[in-house]
Every structure is written in C-alpha cells, then in structure tokens.
C-alpha cells in the first residue's frame, strides 16, 4: 500500500471512537448483528440506495420512514464528528481508504 496504514484500525472510519470495538470489523458487524442495527460503513454502503429510495417517492409513507432513519443517524454521526475532531473531509478519506483497502 506504499505508505498507506496496514491496519484496517488505522484506518476505521467510524465516528463512535470510544467503542471497544472501533477497528476491528468483525466484532463490530457481529455486535451490530445481533443489535440489528447497521454499523457505521454499512449505513454509508447503504446511504446512496436509501437517498434513491426517498427520491422516488418522496411522499411516501416508506420515504418518511427512510427520511427518518437517515436523518437521524447523520445526525448522531454528525455529533459524535465533532465531539471526536473528525471532519466531514477527514472521514470521506476515511471511508475511501477503507473502500479500497481491499486487493478484491
């Protein structure tokens, strides 16, 4: 990776920083997995699809579920940011280095 971090922890773009599971992927999706709740990289995988979702019928009952959803975990992540000195530019980076961290 010529420089890069070797470690996905090095790398974790998760703004729950405290988490004991910040870093270590499997034991953050088996953690969510069992909370049914998604963790912080499969709900920006999912943001996109959600945002098409609510724009194809944005008076949808659906949509103001989705909306809801969606606002409400940005916002949270949007806090947790700040109280962690993360910004929006830093975890974009982040989120692609991690998006192409893998050789597959």
Not at 6 to 20: R, S
Not at 59 to 73: C, Q
């Amino acid at each position: 990776m010529g420089g890069e971090p070797v470690t996905i922890a090095e790398i974790c773009p998760c703004v729950n920083v405290g988490c004991p599971n910040h870093g270590q992927c499997e034991k953050c999706i088996s953690r969510h997995m069992r909370l049914g709740t998604l963790n912080y990289c499969s709900f920006y995988t999912l943001l996109p699809v959600l945002r098409k979702a609510i724009a194809a019928d944005p008076e949808s009952p659906a949509a103001d579920v989705l909306r809801g959803i969606t606002d409400h975990r940005l916002e949270v992540n949007a806090e947790l940011a700040k109280k962690n000195g993360l910004s929006e530019e830093r975890l974009a980076d982040l989120r692609k280095q991690v998006a192409e961290y893998s050789d597959y």
